[in-house]
């Protein structure tokens, strides 16, 4: 069992490009949970699926960012026209059922937008 | 809105000391995880409830009543250093939330 795969583990894009960013999570995981972490906020949840469903998105800026997860091996989080504010560590962590299990994390992808 | 407070924010502990951590919320609930992230490094979930299954320090547990939960470290080492994170799920509101975090600090 390989973990939960995140790809890639950095990435770098400038001021209003799109960043998409993978995320496989452990194979019979029902729950897929994306987090991003930065030093002046810290971590914050962003959204999560169950069984594929988005559930709870409330963390998410409402402009620019999207997640989908459109099957049951991967999810994306994708940012449009990025800003340096964006720049964070992006974690994505799986369990086998929301609330009820523990989460596995990845191990993050680094975005950086110049 | 729910909070998650976590006291103390920083501490400083010699090897082989004990420490607990705190956690309290706005809500009564059982399902509490507590995570630990060395810096620069990946989050590690260190137990949940219900079960208290420690899945990385062996040496830690935790006590979550009511809306207060506890984790305890016990013979610190210089390697827990580290800040350590409550985070509370609930269910019925689909909500996830951490916790403020307490850093620590232990000294050789």
């Known amino acids: 069992n390989a973990g939960v795969i995140q790809t890639p583990r950095h990435k770098v894009t400038g001021k209003g490009q799109e960043a998409t960013l993978w995320c496989e999570p452990i194979s019979g995981h029902s729950a897929v949970f994306w987090y991003r972490q930065t030093i002046v906020q810290g971590l914050e949840f962003l959204t999560y699926?169950?069984?594929?469903?988005?559930?709870?998105d409330s963390g998410m800026p409402k402009e620019r960012f999207s997640a989908q997860m459109p099957n049951q091996s991967h999810s994306t989080l994708k940012i449009q026209s990025t800003q340096p504010q964006d720049s964070a560590v992006y974690l994505c962590a799986s369990s086998l059922d929301f609330g009820e299990a523990e989460q596995f994390f990845g191990p993050g992808t680094r975005l950086t937008v110049l | 809105g729910q909070q998650v407070q976590q006291s103390p924010a920083s501490l400083v502990l010699q090897e082989g000391e004990n420490a607990e951590l705190q956690c309290s919320f706005s809500i009564s609930t059982n399902q509490v995880q507590w995570f630990y992230q060395r810096p620069g490094g990946r989050l590690i979930g260190l137990s949940y409830i219900p079960g208290m299954k420690p899945t990385g320090k062996q040496t830690s547990s935790t006590v979550t009543k009511g809306r207060h939960s506890s984790l305890t470290i016990s013979s610190s080492q210089t390697t827990d250093s580290g800040t350590y994170f409550c985070v509370l799920s609930t269910p019925n509101t689909d909500k996830v939330v951490f916790g403020t975090g307490t850093r620590l600090q232990v000294s050789p």
């Open positions: 699926f169950r069984n594929q469903a988005p559930i709870d």
